[in-house]
Structure formats: C-alpha cells, structure tokens
C-alpha cells in the first residue's frame, strides 16, 4: 500500500513510524516531512496547507490511502478535496473539523448538548467585549474564535490584562481574522488531562490519557509553548473519571456532531480540565496532539492502519484497539531562546541505537548532515514498566544527543510522578 501524511513535525514523524509497522505498507510519502523521517518516508516539497498540490499529487501515485495530521489542511478541506478524488482519507471533512477550526462553534454546541465546559460569552463587536469585562470576574480566558498557531488564548489575572487581550485581537488583528470573534470565558482550575480518540463518527475509543507540559521553562515557568514533553498515562485521569468523561463528554459530543449533520471521523482529542466540579472541555482539537502522539503511540499495540481504515469505514466498534500495559514519557529538545527568537542550522548527532525513539520535529537534511530547523527540534522518547522507568530513561537518551544550543525542561513527568505518589 501507498499512504501520504501530510504534515512534518514530530507528531507525523510518530505517526508514519507507527504505520511502518504495518507488512502491507511499502511506502509513505510525506507532504512535506522533514528531514529527520528520510528513512522512513519519502519527502515531497508540498505544503500542509497546498491542497490542490497534494490532490494532485495523490492521484498521480495512486494513493491508496492518506492520512492528514495538522488542524489547517483538515479546517481547509483537505479531506474533502481528497475524498472528491476516490482517495480514503484518515481525518474530520472541514464541516466537521471546524470543532477545532471554530472557538465560538465548539462552545455553542457544547452549551446546546449540555457538555460540561466554562461558562462563556460571545463578541464580535470590541467596545461589547470592553464593557462586558468592566465586571466581569478576573482572572478570565480571551479565545480568539479561529486557529492562531495555539497562541489565540490569554488567561488574563486583571481586568487591564484582558481588555489588552481583547484590543490586541479585534482592533490590532494579531491573529487575523481568527479574531475577528472572541470568546471570554470563565477561568477554571484543575489538572489538565489530554485524551485522544479514534471515532468512525458512531463510535469513539479513547486511546491512553496523556498530559503535556505547554510552559517553556520547569516548574510551568515561562512562555506557553507547542509543548515541551508528554507523559502517558495521565495519573489523574483514574477508570472513575473516565467512566465519566466517556459519558457525558465524549459520546454525547461524537451524538451531537452527528446530529448537527457534521460526523466527526478521525482523531478527535479533548482537552480537559478536572475542576472540582468535574471534568469539563477546555478545548477540541480535531487531529492527534503534538507531542501527546509520541507518548500515545508507542504504546499502541494494535495496527495503528487497520484503525484509521476503521475510522474511515465506520467499522471501529468490531476493531481492536489495544494499549501496551506501560507507562511513556517524551522529552522535547528545543532550539534555546524557544518560543522567542533563537539560531537553527546546528548539527543535530543521534547516536544510531537510540534513532528509533527520537521523532524530529524541526530539522533539514543538507548534503546528509541533520540540521535544527526549528524552534521544537526532537522528542525523545521512552516506553518502560514504571512512569520513574520511563522519565529516567528518557533523558538517558537526551543526555546521549547533541546539537549547540539545545535545551530542554528537566522537570517532565515530575507532577505526574508525584500525583501517582498521592493515590
Ligand atoms: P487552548 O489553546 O484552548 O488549549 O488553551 C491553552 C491553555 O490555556 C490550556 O491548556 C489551559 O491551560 C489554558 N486554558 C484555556 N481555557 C482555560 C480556562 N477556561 N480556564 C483556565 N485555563 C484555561
Ligand atoms: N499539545 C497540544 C496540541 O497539540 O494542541
């Protein structure tokens, strides 16, 4: 078989190693990769967001199957354009992706289907926004409606703070159109749990809980960033409060995006808090989350191919979905200054026995040499019995792995461990 991932980050780089796994797979071709998955897949200078170009593209290798990652080519319709052609894809249609594609969306159907998330209001006019924050309770959240490379959220600690927020995304255009609309809502607390799931649009199967660490710097100091590590199993998201979420978030969202005639197929991964009054939704991605990927799928056992066609078919509910009985810990290397400004082009050494468990996120290839590329360069992984085991054995491997300037937490996983420790 013939697949396509577009995207190239870290969390294709997961993924293509996962579908590899797969006899019947001969090759992959990643729109456009990077240079650090040369050996698993071949890469083609086609952007995420060039749909015509990987349409084009697919039809002419004859594709058998295509998988998109990233929350803009799916918001864009690239499923759609590819489906148009007779090419199975694994991902939501854009009607359905807009789950992620739309702040403003996911918060009204959360508020009609009765699933639990912050309270929130709805502007579109700045000075509303302004006179609704003079009382409005603080600290706040300000979303901007559309996607903002994960940087359209302020938590705002004072009423001054928010009105910035909100100025800086109505009237100055930060982000575009992405915030022409806003969302203020309620500021809830709570561990954060991320929880990925396969759905064929009837039926939704979570995969292993996971929790990120979005702060650049340890102990949650510093700027949010894409994510600075991931651990899997989430400590805090116990058989209880899963029973719970499967039924009041995750059924009665894959129900209600059926019922609003938009069925959601693929991955769509929930961002929650668990607040003292229960799980709620802070967020729907509508893909695999970066880096929860590179702990997830590690511990897959099942064939992660046979799942996506399951989702693509509307045959996951008589699909095995299997996760390893182990714990994984993903510890990013980034370029330093990240998410400021830094230097690329660093030679990036990975001693050859521990290449299976790295997954590059931004690095090039030049005249054979792996280049940094990015400001979130590698995840480097670790599957072991114990979340100590996996921690541990992970930044083992990070301390064998060099390019200047690299820095990384050192703290991840450390919460979780001592969560664990509390039960
Ligand atoms: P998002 O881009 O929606 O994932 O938001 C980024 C981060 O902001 C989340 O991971 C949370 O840590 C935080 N956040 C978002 N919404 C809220 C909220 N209503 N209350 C508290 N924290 C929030
Ligand atoms: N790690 C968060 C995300 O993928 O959005």
Redesign the pocket.
């Known amino acids: 078989m013939k697949l396509l991932v577009v995207g190239g980050g870290g969390r294709e780089h997961a993924i293509i190693k996962k579908l590899k796994e797969n006899p019947n797979v001969t090759e992959i071709f990643a729109l456009p990769g990077n240079g650090g998955m040369a050996e698993e897949a071949t890469l083609v200078p086609i952007g995420a967001k060039e749909i015509e170009k990987i349409v084009e593209f697919a039809v002419k290798e004859k594709i058998d199957y295509a998988v998109v990652a990233p929350d803009d080519p799916l918001v864009l319709g690239a499923v759609d354009a590819l489906n148009e052609k007779g090419i199975p894809c694994f991902g939501p249609k854009a009607n359905a992706a807009i789950i992620e594609g739309s702040?403003v969306f996911s918060k009204d159907l959360m508020k009609k289907y009765g699933i639990p998330?912050?309270e929130?209001a709805v502007f579109t006019d700045c000075g509303d926004a302004l006179a609704y924050l003079e009382t409005a309770p603080v600290?706040t959240?300000i979303?901007a409606d559309g996607l903002a490379l994960?940087?359209?959220?302020v938590?705002a600690l004072t009423r001054d703070e928010a009105k910035n927020a909100v100025c800086s995304m109505m009237e100055d255009k930060v982000f575009g159109e992405s915030g022409s609309r806003v969302v203020i809502?309620?500021?809830?607390?709570g561990p954060?749990v991320s929880v990925l799931s396969f759905t064929d649009g009837e039926t939704v199967v979570p995969m292993v809980s996971s929790m990120?660490h979005?702060r650049a710097l340890d102990d949650d100091k510093g700027l949010?960033t894409g994510g600075m590590g991931t651990v899997a199993p989430n400590p805090y998201y116990t058989d209880a409060v899963a029973e719970r979420c499967m039924k009041e978030i995750f059924l009665t969202t894959i129900k209600a995006m059926k019922a609003e005639g938009r069925p959601f197929k693929g991955c769509l991964y929930f961002?929650l808090?668990l607040t003292p009054k229960g799980p709620?939704v802070?967020?729907y991605?509508c893909r695999f989350g970066d880096p929860e990927t590179q702990v997830v799928l590690p511990l897959l056992e099942s064939d992660l191919l046979t799942i996506m066609q399951a989702t693509t078919n509307g045959t996951l509910a008589e699909t095995p979905v299997k996760f390893k009985d182990a714990h994984a810990c993903c510890v990013v290397m980034a370029s330093e200054g990240y998410p400021g400004k830094y230097e690329t082009g660093k030679e990036i050494t990975i001693p050859n026995e521990i290449k299976g468990d790295v997954f590059v996120a931004g690095a090039k290839l030049s005249d054979g040499t792996l280049l940094s590329a990015g400001g979130r360069v590698l995840g480097v992984c670790a599957v072991e019995d114990s979340l100590k085991g996996a921690i541990d054995a992970a930044y083992e491997k990070v301390s064998r792995i060099h390019f200047d300037n690299a820095f990384c937490r050192k703290d991840i996983g450390r919460r979780a461990l001592a969560a664990g420790r509390e039960e």
Do not use: S
């Open positions: 702040k998330t912050a929130y600290p959240v979303k994960g940087k359209g959220v938590i809502e309620e500021f809830l607390t954060e990120d979005k949010n961002g808090m709620k802070i967020e991605n």
